[in-house]
């Protein structure tokens, strides 16, 4: 009877790939839903305290941007954030559901600067200058 040595290099064969990390266990599909969850979470609260640190938006249409004009009357249009308080000067300024605004100003001969604010219920104010120059010909 011959005695077989063992060598290192007759050692039993291996699999090229192991496939264990792909599968889906329950422990893994827990996991996923709590860093699902936490992800949520964060994003909710980030959402919030961007709501209570920034200024509400505002955008003004009409005029939009520093204009000369020969009416008298001239519209003012723009957006805002829907609960945002608006003025034109110190003139409160009437917002409709989406925060649209339209105003009618009366403009006086020269330069007529237009300060429009939104202001939220935390006091942060955005605030937008237009300058209009009424010429009558």
Do not use: H
């Not at 938006?57 to 005029?63: D, G, H, R, T, Y």
């Amino acid at each position: 009877m011959q005695k077989i040595k063992l060598e290192l290099k007759d050692r039993p064969l291996q699999p090229l790939m192991k496939r264990r990390s792909l599968m889906v266990t329950p422990k893994k599909i827990i996991l996923f839903l709590f860093v699902l969850f936490l992800v949520l979470v964060v994003f909710y609260f980030w959402k919030e305290i961007c709501f209570l640190i920034k200024p509400p938006a505002l955008e003004v249409f009409q005029p939009p941007m520093d204009i000369t004009v020969n009416q008298e009357k001239f519209e003012m249009t723009g957006k805002t954030t829907p609960f945002a308080y608006l003025t034109l000067g110190d003139e409160e300024i009437y917002i409709d559901k989406e925060g649209n605004f339209k105003k009618e100003i009366n403009l006086q001969e020269g330069l007529n600067t237009l300060k429009i604010e939104a202001k939220n219920r935390f006091g942060k104010t955005n605030t937008i200058i237009r300058r209009i120059i009424f010429n009558k010909i």
